[in-house]
């Protein structure tokens, strides 16, 4: 029968070394919440309960935790008095009873589902406390994990640990497995006689071995377990989630000649055989379909790129946009929440927002919907096979028919009916000889103005 796992997860805590308003474990990477990342691997790697241990007052780390995993149990540690003090504010799920115990923290958002599974396996062998260990470049700052063999004596945390134990390089990746039926009396038997005046989670190992049970230490690779206490490791940890992203990418079929340029989100959808230029960032929530070509420097959020799109250089997709098969879509044009169907182009300078654009409409260079009246927006329907001539404003709210036509330049504040031309712009008028006797005025004033000046 399949072992229950309660993940409990650390999110406590305001992380003072961000400088922030808001909750560590609420920073981004790749687009979601640190935290986001952490129930993610944690549902993955096979948890049949999850609680998210919370700081007091923090309604936005309590709500986020419920957008990502289906039911988890939230409680709150009112004070902050360690990570064995935060675990035990789960007490309530834990003495319901499980196999395994698997402590997450949510501060170390690049752990993957696999690891954390290995690190319950290694309770099946009879240990009570398994934990997660690793070999930073630079140790400063992590617990010493004390081994004897491949056994696990105890954990030092560094501001306890003397010399000898500072020089060993296998640290605490701070992830830890407790086997069910021991959890609580271990947990409970964890005092505070250390220099923070904390109680340590990491106590348990030494309390497990004194009480007659096992511990052991399986390692991972250190990217996995940066804890993120600063902005700097925030920027290291996005660029270890990029590459992992961009390496799945490249893996699914995916052509981008310079990878590290382009910037992805953990849920962008990219089909088949498409094609990135440099220098695209993705923002949350983008699908792009098939075969299609995102040319280089845009910017895109919130957008369905259809089949065998054009893209861009240098286009804008914000929350909305729909690009229909085979749509193209040029340089220095945005769209927004409007959708632009098949075959339509719009290739140069536009702005096209609350609109719908029909099949195979052409959007002349120049063009702006005209959606917001300083207070409400208005939406915009351009039917299929209509040609919008360059330069025009199209006043919202307005209707342009079927294979209608709008000469270049027009302010259009009415509908235009199927098949129609619009024209809005005044009348050119030629006055014969006028331009050479302007041409002789201006020169004559600017002789008297230079003459005077002398
Ligand atoms: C911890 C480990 C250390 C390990 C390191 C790995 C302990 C005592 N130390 O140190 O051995 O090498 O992680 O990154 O466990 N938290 C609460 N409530 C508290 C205290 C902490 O919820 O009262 C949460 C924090 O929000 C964070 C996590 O627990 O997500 C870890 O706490 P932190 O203070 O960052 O521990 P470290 O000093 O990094
Ligand atoms: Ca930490």
């Known amino acids: 029968m399949q072992r229950t796992c309660l993940a409990i997860v650390l999110a406590a805590g305001e992380g003072t070394r961000m400088r922030s308003r808001h909750p560590k474990v609420m920073h981004r990477l790749a687009g979601r919440p640190m935290l986001a990342h952490v129930l993610d691997a944690v549902a993955a790697s096979g948890a049949t309960a999850c609680a998210v241990v919370v700081g007091p007052q923090q309604p936005a780390v309590e709500a986020e935790a419920r957008r990502a995993v289906p039911s988890p149990e939230i409680f709150v540690q009112s004070e902050r008095r360690g990570t064995a003090h935060a675990v035990l504010a789960a007490r309530a799920a834990i003495a319901r009873g499980v196999d395994d115990v698997l402590i997450v923290f949510g501060d170390t958002p690049l752990v993957l589902p696999q690891t954390l599974a290995r690190l319950r396996a290694a309770l099946t062998d009879g240990a009570a406390v398994a934990v997660l260990g690793f070999r930073p470049k630079d140790p400063t700052g992590y617990g010493r994990l004390l081994l004897e063999g491949d056994r696990l004596l105890a954990i030092r945390e560094e501001r306890d640990a003397d010399a000898a134990e500072r020089a060993i390089t296998l640290c605490n990746g701070g992830l830890m497995a407790l086997a069910g039926a021991q959890a609580l009396a271990i947990l409970d038997r964890i005092e505070n006689h250390n220099a923070k005046r904390e109680f340590y989670l990491t106590d348990a190992v030494a ?16 990217d996995e377990v940066r804890g993120i206490n600063t902005r700097g490791q925030l920027a290291e940890a996005e660029a270890v989630m990029q590459q992992r992203l961009r390496a799945a990418a490249l893996e699914a079929g995916v052509t981008m000649v310079a990878p590290e340029t382009v910037f992805l989100s953990a849920d962008t959808v990219l089909g088949q055989d498409v094609v990135i230029e440099p220098h695209v960032v993705f923002g949350p929530g983008v699908v792009v379909e098939d075969e299609a070509v995102i040319h280089a420097f845009c910017h895109i959020e919130r957008a369905h790129i259809g ?10 997709l914000r929350p909305g946009a729909k690009l229909g098969t085979g749509v193209k879509i040029g340089n220095f044009v945005e769209v927004k929440a409007a959708s632009i169907e098949a075959g339509a182009k719009a290739n140069h300078l536009a702005y096209i927002g609350d609109a719908r654009v029909g099949e195979g409409a052409n959007i002349g260079a120049g063009t702006i919907i005209c959606n917001y009246d300083g207070a409400n927006k208005h939406h915009t329907d351009i039917g299929r096979k209509a040609f919008i001539g360059s330069n025009s404003a199209l006043v919202a709210p307005v209707a342009i028919g079927d294979g209608a036509y709008v000469g270049s330049g027009s302010v259009i504040t009415d509908d235009v009916p199927p098949g129609a031309l619009a024209l809005g712009r005044g009348r050119q008028v030629n006055k014969e000889g ?13 002789q008297a103005r230079d003459g005077v000046k002398e």
């Open 207 to 222: 309390i497990a071995r004194d009480m007659g049970f096992a511990a052991v230490a399986p390692e991972c690779a250190e």
């Open 307 to 316: 089949r065998g799109v054009s893209l861009g250089p240098f286009a804008r």
């Open 434 to 446: 006028l331009g050479e006797a302007l041409r002789r005025r201006h020169a004559a004033l600017k």
